[in-house]
């Protein structure tokens, strides 16, 4: 898994957290996101997906609402949510390493409100898991690994490894709440 604790600690830039992690590596490290969020949903029903956790800390500074902005969120919410970052973290990947500057973001998520069922939440997943791999798989055999962009405004600059690399690290983030939210669903 990767760790990114040293970058936010800020002990080490995310170049040097990266540094060696080839797109093997990141193929390697999509499937055992993939995986790790399965095998936390394995024992769920459709009621764990649509299930409201408690949760005192939601907060969504990107909510369309404002009213939206403190709910907790589901199951599928979360995945929804994770594979959308992870496949436009992936995608611009791909453009960066094909020696393509970045020119805007390239993010689709599935309404949150249409996944209420545990067999669309885990299609999801592997639809992601092979959006995800596509992108790695068009990747010249020379990427464009010196071409860097701000990952966001203000934030760390990325080449292709780091742009890919943290649409995965912010899934790994996301493990805590689901499983959070499996825990709560099955005590149900």
């Not at 957290?17 to 390697?28: F, S, Y």
């Not at 994770?82 to 960066?96: D, P």
């Amino acid at each position: 898994m990767l760790d990114l604790q040293p970058v936010i600690a800020g002990t080490q830039t995310l170049a040097e957290v990266l540094e060696g992690v080839t797109k093997d590596d990141l193929a390697r490290e999509t499937n055992e996101l993939i995986d790790r969020i399965l095998a936390l949903i394995a024992d769920c029903n459709d009621a764990a997906v649509v299930f409201v956790p408690i949760d005192p800390d939601a907060h969504d500074p990107a909510a369309a609402t404002e009213s939206d902005a403190h709910i907790a969120w589901t199951l599928g919410h979360v995945v929804v949510h994770v594979t959308a970052g992870g496949e436009e973290c992936a995608f611009l990947g791909a453009e960066q390493a094909r020696g393509v500057a970045f020119h805007g973001r390239s993010r689709y998520e599935v309404p949150w409100e249409t996944v209420t069922s545990i067999a669309q939440v885990r299609a999801r997943l592997e639809e992601s898991r092979r959006m995800m791999l596509a992108c790695l798989a068009v990747w010249p055999d020379a990427p464009h690994l010196e071409l860097e962009e701000e990952a966001w405004p203000g934030g760390p600059r990325v080449n292709a490894v780091g742009r890919h690399a943290l649409g995965l690290a912010h899934g790994f983030g996301h493990l805590a709440q689901i499983e959070e939210i499996v825990r709560q669903s099955m005590a149900e």
